[in-house]
């Protein structure tokens, strides 16, 4: 920059050095006199031409009305543009359409989203030095409605408190009451039936004329759209909560169990569970049911696809549980390195077998390890799992497996699940 400045000085310094010769008295006689009377001359005739009305307005049409309209263009497509922009921009971004869109979603569906109040009895080693046996908790949850005569949809964890520890025992939940949308009635409900794998209840309340939620297609939802979470958050009755979606068919892992999930930031807490994820025109899309939480964690938040519960709660209405293939074993997963250490191909080792299952009459033992199911390669429990349960009770698949280090064919009734 320093470099720059000093050549511009010295490039000034430059101009200013030459001389700016002295005219000759001759050529200011012969030359400046007559221009400068030329000048003159010209500005009395244009003078004059102004004064005449007829001249001075086609002089001041032709000129200024160009000159008017040129600017007056402008203008117009400047101010074009700005309302082309401001229109696009509030289009895109309009508050007003995403709060008439939230307004009009709650409204719909709040009608159909209960709290439920679980009460169950706490057992401890503790309470015996305080001369109790027990003491009553209660715990709170949310749920669907998904007809208009009392069953309502939710999650197995809110319903099934039942755990053991070294510290405590908590029973089965001894009362259920729902309570509705804009009702403080407290009423109660009875279990139709579980089912741990999904994380899905059904619960019945003696009630009818209740509002069904329409239920959505979660396979057409998309990453970004509108989405709404709403339940008994903290026993807090109806809370709404806004996001978007953030991911679909995330895979998460909670106590053993690995649920196919929408991922969404609309905020859920405890409470939330069982309760709706809802799409911008008023659907159910989704059942909340789990959520990331601690330090640095925030908007993170999961719920069951609706269309994968349909089947599960049509068959916990029907048979009170849902009939899953079974096949009877119990194995552990053979890696390459595991594999290569014990002269074993990859795939799932048989470490035992259940008396009168599946398994046992289709000739499966202990040590066997099974490479192949219904056609497809398997090297782990989690694919073996997941073939299975593509099939029915009472379905006929093929399995291979190496035994021996020799390739046998098997054929396997699939059994039903306890």
Do not use: W
Not at 190 to 208: N, Y
Request: with cysteine.
């Amino acid at each position: 920059m320093s470099d720059e400045k000093n050549s511009f000085k010295t490039v000034k310094s430059e101009e200013n050095s030459y001389a700016i010769p002295k005219a000759k008295v001759g050529f200011t006689r012969g030359f400046f006199i007559p221009f400068i009377a030329g000048i003159l001359g010209s500005f009395i005739i244009v003078g004059t031409c102004l004064s005449v009305p007829p001249i001075r307005e086609a002089i001041s049409d032709n000129f200024f009305s160009n000159s008017t309209s040129e600017e007056e263009n402008a203008t117009e497509d400047s101010q074009t543009k700005i309302e082309n922009y401001t229109t696009s921009s509030n289009t895109a971004v309009s508050i007003a359409g995403y709060s008439d869109t939230s307004i009009a979603v709650a409204n719909k569906v709040l009608p159909s989203v209960v709290g439920i109040k679980v009460t169950y009895s706490v057992s401890s080693p503790y309470y015996s030095y305080y001369g109790m046996n027990s003491s009553t908790a209660t715990a709170t949850g949310s749920g669907v409605i998904i007809s208009d005569d009392g069953y309502i949809l939710t999650n197995n964890h809110v319903v099934s408190s039942a755990s053991n520890s070294s510290y405590y025992q908590v029973s089965q939940a001894t009362n259920i009451t729902v309570t509705l949308y804009n009702d403080e009635t407290e009423y109660e409900a009875e279990i139709v039936g579980t089912d741990e794998q999904t994380d899905l209840a059904v619960l019945k309340i003696d009630k009818s004329g209740l509002v069904a939620a329409e239920l959505g297609d979660s396979s057409k939802i998309k990453v970004g759209e509108f989405a709404m979470a709403i339940g008994n958050p903290l026993n807090m009755p109806s809370t709404v909560t806004t996001g978007i979606i953030s991911a679909t068919n995330r895979n998460i892992t909670s106590d053993n169990v690995t649920y196919t999930v929408i991922q969404t930031d609309a905020a859920i807490n405890s409470g939330n569970s069982g309760g709706a994820l809802i799409n911008s025109e008023g659907k159910v899309i989704g059942i909340n049911t789990l959520k990331l939480s601690g330090s640095g964690i925030e908007g993170i938040g999961f719920a069951i696809p609706i269309n994968d519960t349909i089947s599960v709660y049509e068959e916990l209405i029907t048979n009170g549980k849902v009939k899953r293939p079974f096949i009877g074993i119990s194995g552990r997963d053979l890696d390459e390195a595991t594999a290569k250490a014990n002269n074993l191909p990859e795939g799932v080792y048989v470490a035992s077998v259940e008396e009168f299952s599946a398994a046992e009459k289709a000739g499966i033992k202990a040590g066997d390890v099974i490479v192949q199911f219904d056609g497809k390669d398997i090297k782990t429990m989690t694919e073996l799992n997941n073939q299975k349960n593509t099939h029915k009770v009472g379905d006929e698949v093929k399995l291979k497996i190496i035994r021996d280090k020799k390739e046998h064919e098997l054929t396997i009734v699939l059994g039903e699940s306890k």
